[in-house]
């Protein structure tokens, strides 16, 4: 693309829609997150969380060319060795999944997709919903997840423990 005269003739289509939808998409979420905050009180990001941990992991799986039903076959050591390399394959974040003791769960990521488009730091939620369906999908079991650390409240990293719900 020449910026002077702004010419956008050899940018592919669909990378630019691709682009605005991702921006509109965030902004959109952003009001959302705000919302629920906003009617739930101290209990929005939990809700949030649930939300999200219901449908986003199934149709993020789903994006990435893979039946989640098929993961049942697949020991849980071999769907977190996998399941990283298919998200950053897809151009997603770096992400890396441990099993802790006590059926804990760590995430970490190495960079935070929605920050360019929100100053919210209620976009930690949707990250946390998103590892929070993971963990629930590895585990097969309700789990609960606790924010550690992220980059839009200044850490190097994202990082989120889940833990069995009790």
């Known amino acids: 693309m020449d910026v002077k005269s702004g010419d956008c003739s050899n940018v592919k289509t669909e990378c630019v829609l691709d682009h605005i939808c991702y921006r509109y998409a965030s902004m959109v979420m952003s009001g959302l997150i705000e919302a629920i905050d906003y009617f739930a009180g101290s209990q929005g990001p939990k809700v949030l ?9 199934f149709q993020l799986m789903a994006e990435l060319g893979v039946n989640a039903d098929t993961l049942k076959n697949f020991s849980k050591e071999e769907v977190v060795e996998a399941l990283p390399k298919l998200i950053e394959a897809k151009g997603g974040p770096k992400i890396s999944i441990e099993f802790l003791d006590e059926n804990r769960i760590r995430f970490r990521l190495n960079e935070c997709h929605f920050l360019p488009y929100s100053k919210s730091k209620g976009f930690c939620n949707v990250t946390a919903g998103l590892m929070l369906g993971f963990a629930q999908m590895l585990t097969g079991k309700p789990m609960d997840i606790e ?3 992220t980059i839009a409240t200044g850490g190097n990293k994202c990082e989120f423990i889940a833990k069995p719900k009790f």
Request: proline fraction near 8%; aromatic fraction near 0%.
């Open 147 to 149: 924010q550690v650390e």
């Open 49 to 57: 969380r649930r939300i999200l941990a219901k449908k986003i992991p």
